[in-house]
């Protein structure tokens, strides 16, 4: 019941921003017009990760609060917020401006390096055919995970 109540809020939050980010988008021109590789038919509004990142940030009191982390848990859910802003501002900084693709890779490498440094990677896996849990090494779960 927790969990659904943390989804509930986030999901809520998320759906009743909507219209807000719509009309911001709008409002501040940043919208995707047809032409050129954009082949959709109208003016579409770039802004929809705002209340993505508005229910997110709705559901971290929460959790906090009804599912308090402890441990590594609170260092993890720590490095995934600040790894989420960050590549929430290098999304929205590109919705804006319209950046390089090679801004973009940089901003999402930098987000994941910052919650692979709240010890967020990919170390264990089952393996398919056998149904083992298996271990990467160390230097190939960073990269992999980077990846």
Known sequence: MTYLLIFVVSGAA????????????????????????????????????IPLLIGYLAA?????????PTGDDALRLRGVLLGTLVVFI???????????????????????VIAMGHI????LFTNPITGKEETFLRWFALLFSLF
Do not use: C
């Open 60 to 68: 971290m009191p929460l959790i906090y609060w009804l599912v308090p």
């Open 120 to 123: 967020i990677f990919i170390e």
């Open 14 to 49: 998320a759906f009743f921003t909507t219209p807000l980010a719509r009309r911001l988008s709008f409002h501040w021109r940043i919208v995707a017009e047809p032409g050129g590789r954009r082949q959709h038919q109208g003016i579409i509004p770039k802004l929809g990760g």
């Open 90 to 112: 290098g999304g929205w900084l590109d919705d804006r401006y319209d950046l390089t693709p090679r801004f973009n890779f940089f901003i999402q490498g930098l987000g994941a």
